[in-house]
């Protein structure tokens, strides 16, 4: 299935939208970043180990092919972080109530408390960065990054290619 054309030329504002969101990728998304944020939670995980902690957290236990399908990354990494974090204490398989024959992923207590204290850490932080701001404009800004994630999903599934669903990704 060919890619569809790009549509015409982007707005000045969609433009600044996208560079205002490269910027913030790329400052959220450092190394050093990610380390302040850790000692900061005094949890020593990677990246990738987060980034998979927020997604078991924000959902239902799932299957390791439904997570990586969800964080756009291989398989394979989900399920090499997924033997890190159960080593580590931060989750557990538990049987898949749909297929005894399936596992899916869920936190353990010690998860559960390493993404509190993550969250906590980064939310302190976003607010020093944001403590000039005033309520209403806080809230318009949740608003509209709110309806912008949604709008982004909503855009990407209508993008996938047939057979690129996240219920392709297969059983784990």
């Known amino acids: 299935m060919a890619t569809p054309p790009l549509p015409g030329v982007p707005s000045t504002e969609v433009a600044e939208i996208e560079r205002a969101l490269t910027r913030i990728t790329y400052l959220s998304t450092r190394a050093r970043q ?3 944020l850790m000692a900061l ?7 990738a180990a987060v980034a998979l902690l927020r997604q078991i957290a924000d959902s239902e236990p799932l299957r390791p ?3 990586a399908a969800r964080l756009g990354v291989e398989a394979s990494h989900v399920t090499r972080t997924v033997q890190q974090l159960q080593k580590s204490g931060y989750v557990t398989r538990v049987p898949d109530p749909d ?8 936190l353990t207590e ?4 390493a993404i509190t204290r993550i ?3 980064g939310v302190r932080g976003m607010q020093l960065a944001l403590s000039d701001w005033s309520p209403e404009e806080l809230r318009q800004l949740a608003t509209l990054f709110h309806r912008m994630v949604d709008d982004f999903l909503a855009h990407a599934v209508e993008e996938e290619p047939e057979g690129q669903s996240a219920g392709a990704a297969g059983k784990d």
């Open 34 to 36: 990610h380390d302040r």
């Open 41 to 47: 939670a005094g949890v020593p995980l990677d990246r």
């Open 65 to 67: 092919g439904e997570l």
């Open 99 to 106: 297929d005894r024959r399936a596992q899916r992923i869920e």
């Open 110 to 113: 010690a998860g559960r408390q």
């Open 119 to 121: 969250r906590e850490a």
